[in-house]
């Protein structure tokens, strides 16, 4: 059975949940506030841990429900749909080119380059940590949550599609688009 | 150039749905029509590559996240909040 120590949560956990926090939200402000109100509902709940997890995933738990209500109220998740149609042609233009062929090909200033072979090695440093911070930072705010989500919650897509409300298929193009972003920026910002 | 639309698609579908099948199983006719792009298509195949290397990099970087937190509350911030919730034990 694990046990809860609430007197130690702030030192032991603060941090991780905060950096949890900005990654999703890409704001700290709103960051601290949810970790605030996470710390507070945990304090005032905590005779409901029943101790079948640990006291970590409890926290983490529950500070994603915060986001997941500060996502639904700031909007971020409302209208995908219409969010991924609207920016469709634009998104595509950067990538892709659909004038040369009737079939979409990356454009020329898209195209992949090489990596080179220490590219495995550099990309798990923790100074590459911050290379991909910057480039999660810029993701577009529709697009964020379920990158995010995908990486840092270890939950299968039908999951995250039924916590987020979301389509199968709008969540298969929200993640081809952030790994399109990444990849360019990371290239940009490493190469 | 319709003969070639319907055995390949794009490199736009080919990056979608190499994305899809790390975690869906795909439908045999698509499965087919991705390796075939992927055999002749050099740019999707080094786009596959490094979007393997980047989970990667994304999986070590959340497990590291618990001992190299990216983002710290200030001190001033956890003295209030702590104070806050001492008072409500």
Known sequence: MNQLNPEKWLANYGDYLFSIAVLKTNNREVAEDLIQETFLSAYQYKDSFRGDSSEKTWLVSILNNKIIDYYRKKDILKNTTEYLTDTDQRFNESFFDTTLFSDAHWSKKAQP????????ETMIKKDFHQILEKCISKLPSKVTPVFIAKYM???????ICKEF?????????????????MRTCLEKNWM | MKLLKN??????????LSEMAKEVNLSPV???KLFMHLSYCKHC????????????AMKKYNEDLFETPSYRLS????EELQKKLDNGL
């Open chain 1, 113 to 120: 380059e090489n990596w080179g072979s220490t590219a495995d």
């Open chain 1, 153 to 159: 919650d270890d939950k299968d897509s039908e999951t």
């Open chain 1, 165 to 181: 409300g979301i389509t199968s298929s709008n969540y298969w193009v929200i993640v081809h688009r952030a790994k399109l972003l």
């Open chain 2, 7 to 16: 055995i390949s698609f794009s490199c736009k579908d080919a990056t979608l």
């Open chain 2, 30 to 32: 698509k499965r087919f």
């Open chain 2, 45 to 56: 195949q080094k786009f596959v590559e490094q979007s393997k290397r980047i989970d990667v």
């Open chain 2, 75 to 78: 001190s001033e911030f956890k």
